[in-house]
């Protein structure tokens, strides 16, 4: 491998460039974190860029390093960090004994008083409270308290009085925290097929955009990324598209494969336009530690590819890279991209000769095509003709979430959303509470050109009509507006009784979850008494239930979403504290990534009685997914993989995002009879303060949703400063008078545990 590629090498000791993406329960873009590592092996540092959700950690060979046992009584490393005085947490993973099987717990110390000099810190084991240190796994450095450049220099267990054994260094390794999840790169072995048989490995589908670029995971749940220089990367098809910037790379783990006499080499189908060049690497490991690789590289001429922007199936035989160890292949990564390039499945081919991986069709869920008698209501009547841009035909306002996403000209309104679910436009019936009940029978009407893949609701005011307590809307209800349409795509009618709300209190109507790309134009929207002859009136879906608040008289509800393993053990001493429940809402796929100790984590939640519920398998913007096989496949992976690893089914889940519309809700209530769909009405806006220079308002932000009235939390422990204003949280909740509880006991569940 030559020298300028090392720059890029895979092996955690060289440098890598990592991207992070953070956890938000909103539809505001947050810009991706880059963190540059750069390795200085002669002199035994590493540098990197860091931030509070970011981490490096250390681990050892299987099944654990016995330190005390052999006469250290500690850990000792030196530390530069950013100017100004700085503080970090680090973590040591211990378990009761050596065993492979023996499951690991964390405990913590907060190394502060960090000067911006170079600084040798000794951490006794004694300092770990409940550290068994004659059975240690893993040290975890993190909660880095200042963005910026920090260095870690040589790190050793140390004897009587702190100084540094060099015989025990520690192999390390550097990865970048994902919102959900801490994605290992540490080795796994594969089974081999029985003798005589063999079948193609998939190393990735590309089946999910968040499982991606929010996980960082390829389909065997390893690591996979781009460098963070990457202009795009976009899942569609079970294709990704990759539009490099200067000097991007993109890798793909895949544990440590034994291919000989099994796998011939990797394939995929590649569409790239004429005079494509890239660059393939192989990595292998003869100990199956991706921190001391070996790297085989060929460019795509000396593979004898070429290119002609059709899609055509390209292999990579293992036997065209020189003196490379079959045995132990741990990652492939390309490098030299200098076109926008398209890969299809990747997988291991068997035997000499590859083909396509075969990627079977989901099949999409049946849905009631049952239709249903016209009924006649007693009016009709205008609400929006388009008249006005800033009020509909009744008086009242509308407006959207993003004005750029929609103009008013001509008597008509145009959404160009282009495919963003979490955005709404609104149209409102009544400047408070309007009974709407009389229209019963009557329908919804709505002329339009172009899309129907959106949603269409109709909202409920609160029980006291006031815009000025939480949460406002209380509620609404959604339907498909292309199961309404007629065959002609110009006419929906919807009848107002499958609006599933009191529609005594309604308030307006919004169009909402826009799926597809494409434009929907509006010109009218009414209520008429009844649907032209021969239109066939579909019946009802059910929807799941939407709330924002409990029902549970004078009741409080801290549901907390994914975030950090690290900081796990904070929030717990904060609500065992306070001696409350509370709810965590997990996503699926990091339950089943074992080097997180995400699992072990929440089994401790568990036992303490705190709720699980489900926040999908691998974070998308559910409602955008392309079709309901998608949102299906979301939903019963989250079921799976918490069925699996907690042994827990629920009834109650969280979108990622918010992020809500017909078909998830649909589906939802297919997939979990008698489901919830959790939002929130007290938002501690983590998402927009934690990591900024006034994360207090983190505080402001609580107590002005407290004001209002709200009484379910959302919140993420996923930044240091969130977890640490938890206390403050939960003082400020108890001041209400309210009762603080989970939220299964909040909607006063019949199945939830008695208060």
Request: aromatic share 10%; with cysteine.
């Amino acid at each position: 491998m030559v020298a300028w590629q090392k720059e890029y090498d895979l092996d955690d000791r060289s440098g890598r460039l990592h991207r992070d993406f953070l956890d938000t329960e909103t539809s505001l873009n947050i810009p991706a974190f880059h963190v540059f590592n750069r390795a200085d092996s002669a002199n035994r540092k590493i540098t990197f860029g860091a931030s509070a959700n970011c981490y490096f950690y250390t681990t050892f060979p299987a099944p654990c390093q016995q330190a005390s046992t052999d006469g250290y009584n500690g850990l000792t490393f030196s530390v530069k960090a950013p100017a100004g005085g700085s503080s970090m947490l680090v973590e040591i993973q211990t378990s009761d004994d050596c065993s492979t099987n023996a499951a690991a717990r964390s405990s913590y110390f907060t190394v502060s008083g960090l000067t911006g000099s170079t600084q040798t810190v000794n951490i006794p084991f004694t300092q770990w409270a409940g550290a068994n240190a004659a059975s240690v796994k893993s040290f975890v450095f993190q909660g880095f308290s200042t963005d910026g450049t920090w260095e870690i220099g040589q790190t050793s267990f140390s004897c009587e009085g702190g100084s540094g054994d060099s015989s025990a260094t520690m192999t390390s390794a550097s990865r970048s925290l994902s919102s959900t999840s801490q994605t290992s790169i540490s080795a796994s072995t594969t089974p081999s097929a029985p003798p005589g048989e063999c079948t193609d490995l998939l190393i990735d589908d590309w089946s999910s955009q968040s499982r991606l670029t929010f996980l960082f995971y390829n389909a065997l749940l390893l690591p996979t990324s781009d460098d963070g220089t990457m202009q795009s990367i976009v899942v569609s098809n079970n294709r990704v598209t990759l539009t490099p910037g200067s000097n991007s790379y993109f890798y793909s783990m895949v544990g440590c494969i034994s291919a000989t006499n099994k796998y011939g080499g990797i394939g995929m189908n590649i569409n790239a336009p004429g005079g494509t060049t890239l660059q393939v690497e192989i990595q292998t490991s003869a100990t199956c530690d991706s921190g001391a690789s070996t790297s085989s590289s060929l460019s795509s001429t000396q593979l004898g590819w070429t290119f002609d922007g059709t899609e055509k199936y390209y292999s990579i035989p293992f036997s065209r890279f020189s003196n490379l160890d079959t045995g132990h292949i741990t990652a492939i990564l390309f490098s030299g991209l200098n076109r926008a390039v398209t890969f299809g499945p990747m997988a291991f081919y068997c035997g000499n000769t590859g083909s396509p991986y075969p990627i079977a069709s989901a099949s999409q869920p049946a849905v009631p095509t049952s239709t249903i008698p016209a009924t006649t209501g007693p009016t009709s009547f205008v609400i929006d003709a388009f008249a006005d841009p800033n009020a509909n035909a009744l008086g009242f306002w509308h407006g959207g979430d993003d004005p750029a996403t929609y103009s008013i000209s001509g008597g008509r309104i145009s959404f160009s959303m282009n495919g963003n679910a979490d955005l709404s436009w609104y149209t409102q019936l009544s400047g408070s509470c309007t009974d709407f009940s009389p229209n019963d029978n009557g329908y919804l009407h709505i002329a339009y050109t172009g899309s129907a893949a959106f949603s269409v609701a109709l909202q409920q005011h609160n029980p006291s009509c006031n815009a000025n307590v939480a949460p406002y809307p209380q509620t609404w209800d959604d339907v498909e507006a292309g199961r309404y349409s007629n065959s002609a795509n110009t006419d929906i009618y919807i009848p107002m009784t499958h609006f599933n709300i009191d529609r005594s209190k309604a308030i307006g109507l919004a169009f909402k979850g826009f799926y597809e790309r494409a434009t929907t134009t509006v010109s009218r929207i009414e209520i008429v008494r009844t649907v032209p002859s021969g239109f066939s009136v579909p019946s009802k879906i059910e929807t799941a239930p939407l709330y924002f608040a409990c029902t549970r008289p004078n009741s409080f509800a801290f549901a907390i979403d994914d975030g950090a393993p690290a900081y796990a053990q904070q929030v717990l001493e904060a609500v065992n504290e306070a001696d409350i429940k509370v709810t965590f809402f997990t996503v699926g796929a990091p339950l089943l990534d074992t080097a997180n100790n995400l699992t072990n984590v929440y089994k401790e939640m568990l036992s303490r009685g705190h709720q699980m519920a489900y926040h999908s398998f691998t974070h998308p913007p559910m409602e955008g997914l392309p079709d309901k096989a998608a949102i299906d496949s979301e939903l019963t992976q989250a079921i799976d993989a918490v069925q699996s690893t907690l042994n827990v089914r629920s009834k109650y889940f969280r979108p990622p995002f918010g992020t809500e519309g017909a078909r998830i809700r649909q589906r939802l209530a297919a997939v979990i009879p008698g489901s919830k769909f959790i939002n929130w009405s007290v938002d501690v806006e983590d998402y927009l303060w934690a990591l900024s220079s006034t994360p207090e308002k983190q505080l402001d932000a609580f107590k002005r949703d407290l004001a209002r009235g709200g009484n379910l939390v959302v919140m993420h422990y996923l930044y240091p400063t969130t977890v640490q204003y938890l206390p403050q949280f939960i003082a400020l909740a108890k001041a209400t008078g309210k009762q603080l509880m989970r939220v299964d006991q909040c909607m006063e569940d019949p199945e939830a545990p008695p208060l």
